[in-house]
């Protein structure tokens, strides 16, 4: 796959939401309920800014947002990093969301994101990184034991304010053993 990554700009957010909902539209069907899924469609101009915004002013310097271009210009990937959230944060990073176009799975381009967060957390000082997935997401899982992360056995359920309950298990990775090969 011939692809650009390269650090998101705000004129992204509206592409980065897009493959966002895209892509939770896709992965999440049967997982999740299709009402739920359906309605993120009117949640772009809002996710848009969120993405906007984080970009534009991160909470540190050690949050980033990197995209994945197929022509340099259309956003069909990207992936959130920073420090972890609920752990050290000095020492552990996390990749706090990846998400690549539907149409595109399975093409190279989820791991060359990967490879590129996990070397960006590599050299923000991090020695290991953590990531929290959906329990039932058969494809994610697989795709991040690949790239050499494995379960914690750490488990928590996230409970939306729709009352839908989101079972998500953590994954971690020590960053010097994270070469994306």
Known sequence: MDAVIRPAAPD?????ATVHIRTWQAAYRGQLPDQFLDQLSGQLPQRADFWR???SNPP????EVWVGALDKKHVEGFIAIGPARDADPKIT??????????ENWGQGL??????????RLASLGFSAALLWVLE???????????????????TKIETRPDGIELREVSYKITLSQADGS
């Open 110 to 119: 989820g791991r060359m994101l990967m490879t590129q967060g996990t070397r």
């Open 60 to 63: 540190t310097p050690q949050h």
């Open 136 to 154: 039932s997401n058969a494809q994610a899982r697989r795709f991040y034991e690949i790239a050499g992360w494995s379960t914690d056995g750490r």
């Open 12 to 16: 992204d957010a509206e592409a980065i």
């Open 93 to 102: 990073g996390e990749v706090y969301a990846i998400y690549v176009e539907p």
């Open 53 to 55: 915004t984080h970009i």
